[in-house]
């Protein structure tokens, strides 16, 4: 079946822009992560979602960023006012409750 | 909080010979997971270890889990060109958080 699709796969921003990145899971999986991953380092933790609830979103590195699930399916992750250090790979997983992530190609964002 | 930290962080090693990655981590957990990343590619899923003593086997790469110790390894026995990628092990922190927390990679490359 399908897998997770991620959207853009690339995205340029000027700094001070603000972007939306888009993940949909795959299909019947509850539990659904945001990871940030920089070049060369292992995925950093960002938030998740049971469902639609958002659980924990203490890796959010500040109030820029925002993620929503509002239909407990779609999720999209929102950088306000991009920054050069935002730059990095946006990993989005899906999982059923308690089982394996599955990743998707990311989202790489350059900003400029 | 926990910390992954696995080695070595990079590794060149001949086709043909045999090796093993190190991942340790700093609190207890009710699962460990192994991942595999290609060259501008997301993570596939290797391995799920749910308890002490646990080994998974699938062609040339074996991993095992000891709680006690804290510690996974993943072998690879008899390497190939094709099993050259950035290898990363990911920890479940404590039971109620489903949030991955991964090691540091190792970068892995097989040298015909």
């Known amino acids: 079946g399908a897998g997770v699709s991620q959207s853009p796969r690339y995205k340029v921003a000027k700094r001070g822009q603000d972007v939306a990145l888009r993940c949909d899971p795959i299909?019947?999986?509850?539990?659904l992560f945001w990871y940030q991953q920089a070049l060369g380092q292992g995925p950093e933790f960002l938030t998740y979602?049971?469902?639609?609830?958002?659980?924990?979103k203490s890796g959010l590195p500040s109030d820029r960023f925002f993620a929503e699930r509002p239909e407990g399916s779609v999720s999209t992750l929102k950088i306000q006012r991009t920054q050069q250090e935002d730059s990095a790979v946006y990993l989005c997983?899906?999982?059923?409750?308690?089982?394996?992530?599955?990743f998707g190609p990311g989202t790489r964002l350059t900003v400029l | 909080e926990l910390k992954v930290e696995q080695n070595p962080l990079f590794l060149s090693m001949q086709e043909g010979k045999n090796y093993t990655i190190y991942c340790n981590y700093s609190?207890?957990?009710?699962?460990l997971y192994w991942y595999r990343q290609d060259p501008g590619k997301s993570l596939e899923s290797l391995f799920v270890?749910?308890?002490?003593?646990a080994v998974k086997q699938e062609g040339r790469l074996m991993a095992s889990l000891d709680t006690k110790a804290r510690l996974s390894t993943l072998h690879i026995t008899a390497a190939v060109h094709d099993l050259s990628a950035t290898y990363f092990c990911?920890?479940?922190?404590?039971?109620?958080?489903?949030?991955?927390?991964f090691g540091t990679g190792t970068r892995l490359t097989i040298i015909p």
């Open positions: 997983a899906s999982s059923l409750l308690w089982d394996t992530q599955y």
């Open positions: 299909s019947g999986h509850v539990s």
């Open positions: 979602f049971q469902n639609e609830a958002q659980l924990d």
């Open positions: 609190t207890t957990s009710d699962r």
């Open positions: 270890l749910l308890s002490n003593g």
């Open positions: 990911a920890v479940y922190p404590n039971f109620g958080n489903e949030k991955l927390t």
